[in-house]
């Protein structure tokens, strides 16, 4: 997962600006049908989100949007603080289709494809398209479904609603490797198309880092 401190500061300083304008919209909004809409659980004695994120339970207080883990003291990236407030701000409670597009047909999609291709697939391709085997057991190893695309995929729950199935082909002497991140049709109902290619990215890291501990 991409950390702070090795964001450009420009890129850190509109980080910011999204996070605090989530939080300002996060007050004029019902907490509870945030929870709702979201899959995320709402203590209303404490003011508090609960919810997981990729592999990493968070907790988001209400109304002033502090983001927090739930079960260590670390500092929460910037990143996330965003990708959280703007998942529960985002949220309809749409039911998930069932249905795998790929992210140039989420309205916007294209706009972001480069930054898309380079962020999520390119290490992914790296690690996984000479040993697709390797996948499914990263991917099995932090809770995720092995599912039957190309020669390996796995599917992620990144947050509660918004599933992602990572594919990778092999390469070989005559074919270079190949990878694909697809999404429930739903995805837009969840996330803006912009977060959408930071919370696959950080999917894919986790995937590129577990393969690593892997022998």
């Known amino acids: 997962m991409q950390t702070d401190n090795i964001i450009p500061q420009h890129l850190q300083d509109g980080y910011q600006l999204a996070y605090e304008k989530a939080c300002a919209g996060l007050v004029t909004r019902n907490p509870a ?19 997981k994120y990729i592999n990493e339970e968070y907790t988001v207080s209400y109304p002033n949007g502090e983001v927090n883990f739930a079960s260590k003291q670390d500092s929460v ?3 996330v603080k965003v990708v959280l407030l703007h998942y529960l701000l985002a949220a309809t409670g749409q039911p ?12 916007g ?9 380079g962020r999520v697939l390119g ?8 040993n697709a085997s390797l996948l499914s057991k990263a991917g099995e190893k932090i ?18 609603r918004v599933p ?32 959408l290619v930071v919370a696959a990215a950080a999917g894919a890291s986790l995937l590129n880092k577990t ?3 892997l022998s």
């Open 109 to 117: 999609g294209m706009i972001y494809l480069q930054p898309f291709n």
């Open 123 to 130: 290490g992914f391709k790296f690690f996984f398209g000479k």
């Open 143 to 160: 809770g995720g479904h092995i599912v039957k695309f190309g020669d390996a995929a796995v599917t992620l729950d990144i947050l509660p």
């Open 77 to 79: 990236p910037l990143t």
């Open 211 to 213: 393969s690593r501990t």
């Open 33 to 51: 049908e945030m929870a709702a809409y979201s899959g995320a659980d709402f203590a209303e004695d404490k003011g508090l989100f609960t919810l």
């Open 96 to 107: 998930l289709a069932g249905q795998w597009i790929s992210f140039k047909e989420i309205p």
């Open 164 to 195: 992602v199935t990572y594919v990778i082909w092999e390469g070989d002497e005559e074919f270079p490797a190949n990878a694909t991140a697809l999404f429930d049709a739903t995805a837009q109902y969840y996330l803006p198309t912009e977060d």
